[in-house]
């Protein structure tokens, strides 16, 4: 478990522990009411956290996704993990300098369009198999990467739908995906 996962969970356990020093018979039956409504009854609890996620959608609550996505980090059914280049450099063994990369400005659709460029080469050289758009249990990424040896590994370049990751981090096993943010800073989910 990463660090930041570790302090996240030491953090609300400690605000936990603040909230029930209280002793308020409210706060105690709000706690009991979320942790009942997601035991098995008439709907089973997979229904109903589907059936909260809907809500979510609806409601488009970004937080309660983004929630559900920690659940998973911080259950160890979803690895996660920041990787950063050293200073000055990119990931990609300086490709982006090298395909004047540097001269396009951040998070238009050109900038998109040659961060993949970038990555496909960047894999090309290492003979990977590379498919633009795979299909997902959901969506599509931008880019997977195939190879006998190791696993999928699917790459969304800048922006993506919270609702397409949770969803695919759920049931897509033995995957990795790579969030792209920068030319020098992305983060790994290994399911």
């Known amino acids: 478990m990463s660090e930041k996962v570790q302090k996240f969970k030491e953090e609300r356990e400690k605000l936990n522990d603040l909230i029930f020093s209280y002793d308020n018979l409210n706060i105690k039956r709000f706690f009991s009411l979320d942790n009942a409504v997601y035991r098995d009854g008439a709907l089973d609890a ?8 809907v809500a979510s959608l609806v409601l488009k609550c970004d937080d309660c996704i983004l929630r559900k996505i920690a659940i998973l980090i911080i259950s160890g059914k979803v690895g996660a993990t920041e990787i950063r280049a050293e200073e000055n450099k990119d990931l990609w ?3 982006t300098e090298n ?3 540097k001269k396009t400005s951040r998070h238009g659709e050109e900038w998109h369009r ?3 460029d970038v990555i496909y080469e960047y894999f090309k050289l290492q003979n990977y198999k590379i498919v633009f758009e795979p299909i997902l249990n959901y969506g599509r990424a931008d880019l ?3 190879s006998k040896l190791n696993k999928t590994l699917y790459i969304e370049v800048d922006t993506v739908s919270l609702f397409k990751l949770w969803y695919n981090f759920s ?3 033995n995957a990795t995906f790579l969030i792209i ?11």
């Open 171 to 173: 049931t897509m096993k």
């Open 144 to 146: 997977g990467v195939y």
């Open 181 to 191: 943010l920068s030319e020098n800073k992305v983060i790994e989910f290994n399911t």
């Open 93 to 95: 063994n300086n490709l």
């Open 99 to 101: 395909m004047n990369f």
């Open 46 to 53: 997979k229904t109903k956290e589907l059936l909260g996620l």
């Open 114 to 116: 040659k961060m993949m």
